[in-house]
T-cell receptor, first 114, second 111 residues
């Protein structure tokens, strides 16, 4: 296993369009996190899954954002009706079931909304 | 909620030692993390402290004082490749596994 992967790495879209990102965590990591990061800021928490259950969701996350992890493996993050303010790096991370203090981050998906 | 404060930018000379401070205010506490992030790349884990004291790992050490809400990351024998952003992140005790990240400290190492 080479680590957390994300697809696509870059996405350019027009305002109002919908976009979907995929994250494949490290095998057997049961915890999966989505973050958003803008320039000069630390990662900002969006949502968290334990297996297929979405256990936490940031209050900052509008109803245009939705995430799924249907089989407890890969996860998708969808943004509907994108806005220019959604432009950011979207990071996915996973951590293991036991001794799970460290989060392993993927390379991110850079979204640009025109 | 949580409030995490760290300097925006620091500069240091190759071969020197640098200390990056982080102060935090949380309603509870369940661990403090340091991550390194090179420009355009994902954060990578450096250290985790949950008890007071110093944790040493090679050239990097991390210190925690829970009573003071204070941590620092110490980098020794600085190398040019250490130029990166260093993120302090704190996890509170609400039973969550989710750390809240600070804005990061951009460290510039010059020859």
């Amino acid at each position: 296993d080479t680590g957390v992967s994300q697809d696509p790495r870059h996405k350019i879209t027009k305002r109002g369009q919908n976009v979907t990102f995929r994250c494949d965590p490290i095998s057997e990591h049961n915890r999966l996190y989505w973050y958003r990061q803008t320039l000069g800021q630390g990662p900002e928490f969006l949502t968290y899954f334990q297996n297929e259950a979405q256990l936490e969701k940031s209050r900052l996350l509008s109803d245009r954002f939705s995430a799924e992890r249907p089989k407890g493996s890969f996860s998708t993050l969808e943004i509907q009706r994108t806005e220019q303010g959604d432009s950011a790096m979207y990071l996915c991370a996973s951590s293991p079931r036991t001794g799970g203090n460290e989060q392993f981050f993927g390379p991110g998906t850079r979204l640009t909304v025109l | 909620g949580q409030n995490i404060d760290q300097p925006t930018e620091m500069t240091a000379t190759e071969g020197a030692i640098v200390q990056i401070n982080c102060t935090y205010q949380t309603s509870g506490f369940n661990g403090l993390f340091w991550y390194q992030q090179h420009a355009g790349e994902a954060p990578t884990f450096l250290s985790y402290n949950v008890l007071d004291g110093l944790e040493e790992k090679g050239r990097f050490s991390s210190f925690l004082s829970r009573s003071k809400g204070y941590s620092y990351l110490l980098l020794k024998e600085l190398q040019m490749k250490d130029s990166a952003s260093y993120l302090c992140a704190v996890r509170d005790k609400r039973g969550s596994y989710i750390p809240t990240f600070g804005r990061g400290t951009s460290l510039i190492v010059h020859p």
